[in-house]
């Protein structure tokens, strides 16, 4: 692991972060001018490469009036530029072959690109420009307005999706957190021009972005391409700033037997069920990772097992972990006939509190201690996956794990450190609930005073 | 291209279907008694492998009763076998981290996993024993039904999905290929341990089946292990059975002007407009599949200009192409707000009549090959993909094509081949609708009324 000095950060500097094997898994961090990092992981077996812009600024750094704007942003940046057309920029990554996107998260925004090899002096070029030099015209805003609104459209038809935004904001409430990546259709509907281009240009600053590009790359060539699109448009910062540091904090989350009901003419009623977990950089995320993996994480887990395979009662039944910096959740989902929520709900809190009093097996530690280092081997082999590695590693945590670090870590929790995250975080806090489907009158008013 | 001859197919033939360069892309088969078939497809470079059983059967062989049978069956293989408990099944590849899955179409269903070069021999142990050896007891019949019919459910729940099994019904009418893979509530709940274990019986045949493995494989090993793996449970077949071959005939679907609407209270309405295309292994589908790229396939197609970018009508809008042994389909995709739907029909009819008309510019031409080029070659570095390609190959083509090849057909693709295919699939049928969302009355009767 290598922890990030002052010196290291200075402008100029290069670093060998990890030192691979073979050429592979060498990682690589430049700091340019304004604090950009550029930040490379080398994969030479493969002929593509992965590249990505990561902003440090998500849907949590949004006042309420603001909900939505970065992710409204991140449209708009691929709507033109002094010198691109919203055409020119998709043409140029179509007619390679390319695949070109975006994604808006609660912590950050990436702006990604995958190609072959050849063609990676062109992925820079196209997302630096996007990322530094976007016009975010009035027209611009007001035509992606309507797409963000039918983005909303959509979502809301999928209620599998929307129940998970509904969770947060039964654990977050009304702070950043408990918002929607999406904003709301009142909220996009108020933005204006000048609130989302002010947005833009306090917070796309070189010490904010880490720029990240895995597979068939050469560092230095990766830094003197990165390099002249900043500063061909005057991108780049001063010569001392220094990059941003990763985002800290840490919040005492501590909502407990919390429901919320929508209901909705759907067919399955949709569930999560869960509770405040840990932060990010919390050093009991390996245990809580293997615990997730033996409770609800594959076909073999104590979930799938009790509420699919034995029972039949879903078809998706699963549980998964969000960490923020100074915060996170743990959660179980499934979707199931809205006459059997009570049954579906009253299996998961069962396994929940036999987890949290009696932690998992032995042979259960080994297969889910199996199932994380497999993964993450299979993982290495895709350049998108080692981009986004690399980069969120550089953004978020300002430390870099190489793989044999990573299974270390996996293989080093015991059953007393499941045994231990287990009773503080499932058995730390009575679970809340968000359910959407035909769910009211007296079903609902039954399940709000179980959870109680 | 390589052309199977009645020599090559005998049992206890093995052939080099394509040499690869350095190793990578070396294309073997082996055909086993029965008539069972083992393709591999070998990339040195990798850790992992990918190996998948495809079946030559998918729900277009099911008669109206049946309906759901081959999915549901797909299902009933993870339940059990002689040897073999559903949680032994599902814990073998979760302790290596490997996945493990299976889906089911309309003409094969394929059962995969994915692992470390060093699990595929239990990869293939598992995955046999499951397509050979399983039971199909009458409690897995009852319990899996429930859980079918909750996959049913939360299919129903996604609009976006609902909408091209309507269109499928649209262009197919009663027919096979017009009926969901899933099945329905009502042919799901009527189905007997006897009717789905007498498919399974009829239809899992060494002769239908097709073994396919890719990454850092050794060919000689996998026969080795699959020929041991059918061979313990006497599951392979006399040594003169050659194998099925692929699919055939042909069909000539002339569905035109049919319109269904499906009135939902969903907050998009859905929509898929699209008619007759070409059966899979029709000369013209190269230039379709450029034809396709530049009027709806990425960022700078056609339609996401016209609808998206420059109105913002909709989030997401595409058109593809689906392709069966004796026919295919054409389709454009749309999700827009219900008031939207009427314009949002007229700009994707019109861009259809445009190239129908008019073909694509020599500059579309020159992207879409770029597109579907480059998209083929970042597919190689998937074992899974690889795996799939050499698996489907095999079962519905008969014949491999090396990526010089493939790239060789896209690039031979000239702007009279796609006027050509344009003016006869886009312009030979009035196209055909399918729509989900809240529209009824007057705006459907206006929608039902424009498409004649």
Sequence with gaps: ???????????????????????????????????????????????????????????RDET??????????????????????????????????GEMNAFTAKEYTCYYARVLDRDLPLAVDVVSDMLTSSLVRQEDIDTERDVVLEEIAMTEDDPGDVVHDLFAKVLYGESPLGRPVLGTVDTINALT???????????????????????????????????????????LGRAETAPAAPRGGTRALKTAGKVEILDRPTEQAHLVLGMPALARNDDRRWALGVLNAALGGGMSSRLFQEVREKRGLAYSVYSYTSAYADSGLFGIYAGCQPKRVEEVLGICREELAKVAEHGITDEELKRAVGQMSGSTVLGMEDTGSLMSRVGKAELCYGTHLSVDELLGKIAAVTLDDVRSVATEVLGGFRPSLAVIGPVAGKRAARLTEAMQ
């Design 193 to 235: 021009r000048d609130q989302v281009y002010g947005f833009y240009r306090r917070r796309y600053r070189p010490e904010n972005l880490v720029v990240a590009a895995a597979g068939n790359v050469d560092h230095a060539k990766v830094v003197r391409q990165v390099r002249r699109a900043f500063e061909s448009v005057d991108a």
């Design 1 to 59: 692991m290598t922890q990030p000095t002052a010196q290291d950060q200075r402008p100029g500097t290069t670093k060998t972060l990890l030192k691979g094997i073979d050429g592979a898994g060498t990682v690589r961090r430049t700091v340019l001018p304004g604090g950009l990092r550029v930040v490379t992981e080398t994969l030479p077996t493969v002929r593509s490469a992965a590249f990505g812009i990561w902003v440090g600024v998500g849907s």
């Design 64 to 97: 309420p009036v603001l909900n939505g704007a970065t992710h409204y942003l991140e449209h708009l940046l691929f709507k033109g530029t002094k010198t691109r057309s919203a055409l020119d920029i998709s043409s140029a990554l179509d007619a390679v072959g």
